[in-house]
């Protein structure tokens, strides 16, 4: 983990197979607490559930033995996720945002659409209410890297290339 870094992209970003990522100081502490309670309570939790589901006999037909054994599956899957992802994490600090990369808000018209959308660059980690997201490692999002307000991009849509405009960007944090 990169403590305290204020970055600036610089091209893609990639590191043994799995993509830096990108978080505000916010998703990180989030993302750590979530940890700690999946590695805590969480875990004791499904424990105790589990060792109750053993004391009703046979586990081989014992669907509430399935189902605790089914939940700490996905608790643990989940653990090794937050850890992978806070292994890989770049802090993003605020910053002027002249160009669209990590950590930065872009608004963008797609085609010849009346309407703009706004989205925050960055991690899927740092979804909120206010801002879809979109990630560095889309086809969008790679298109998008590096560019200026005013500035036209095409992108590979599934059906067809898409121009899009950046109408403005600025800093998230």
Known sequence: MHEGLAIS??????????????????????????LKERTGPKRT??????????????IRENADYDAAKN????NEARVRHIE???RFAVIVESSNADVVGPGTIVEIRVG???????????????????FD?????????QALLGATPGQTVEYQAPRR????????????V
């Open 9 to 34: 992209w610089q091209g893609p970003v990639t590191l043994a197979g799995m993509d830096e990522v990108h978080l505000t100081r916010d998703a990180q502490d989030r993302l750590q607490m979530e």
């Open 45 to 58: 939790e499904i424990s105790r559930w589990i060792e109750r589901a053993r004391e009703h006999g046979d």
């Open 71 to 74: 939940e700490q599956g996905h």
């Open 84 to 86: 992978a992802l806070l």
């Open 112 to 130: 010849d659409d009346e309407g703009t959308t706004e989205y925050l660059v960055g991690s899927i980690e740092e979804r909120s209410a206010d």
């Open 133 to 141: 997201v979109l990630s560095v490692s889309s086809p969008l999002g």
């Open 161 to 172: 290339t898409l121009q899009v405009e950046v109408m403005g960007v600025r800093p998230a």
